[in-house]
């Protein structure tokens, strides 16, 4: 596995887990000074797109230009989540996809 397949899949594996915390676990959205229906909404969005940016981080090692745009959208749609426990998640997702669209792009033109 490349380094953006693993970046990848850190970022969606830490995104899965840090929203299924907050679903779970209603102290934490207390803590959080969250707690209503817009707040779980917001969180089960962050949960599917995490599932995208994991699928994309073991897309990326055949189809990179694929799988960095699935972990690119996914860095940019848990956005979204009003919590600052999604931000190593958000970086790691981003930085992958955007090593992973750099190296296709520098592969494409280095065979033309």
Do not use: H, W
């Not at 209603?26 to 699928?55: C, K, R």
């Not at 979204?80 to 996809?97: D, K, N, Q, T």
Request: proline letters at 3%; glycine letters at 12%.
């Amino acid at each position: 596995m490349k380094v953006e397949g693993l970046l990848g899949f850190l970022g969606a594996a830490l995104g899965i887990g840090f929203s299924l915390m907050v679903l779970v676990i209603p102290d934490i959205s207390q803590a959080l000074e969250e707690e209503s229906f817009f707040f779980y909404m917001l969180t089960i969005g962050s949960l599917v797109l995490s599932g995208v940016g994991l699928v994309g981080s073991f897309v990326v090692s055949n189809k990179p230009r694929l799988g960095g745009a699935m972990m690119v959208a996914a860095a940019i749609g848990c956005t979204m989540s009003v919590s600052i426990m999604f931000l190593l998640p958000i970086v790691l997702l981003a930085v992958g996809g955007l090593i992973a669209l750099i190296n296709y792009e520098e592969a494409a033109s280095v065979e033309e």
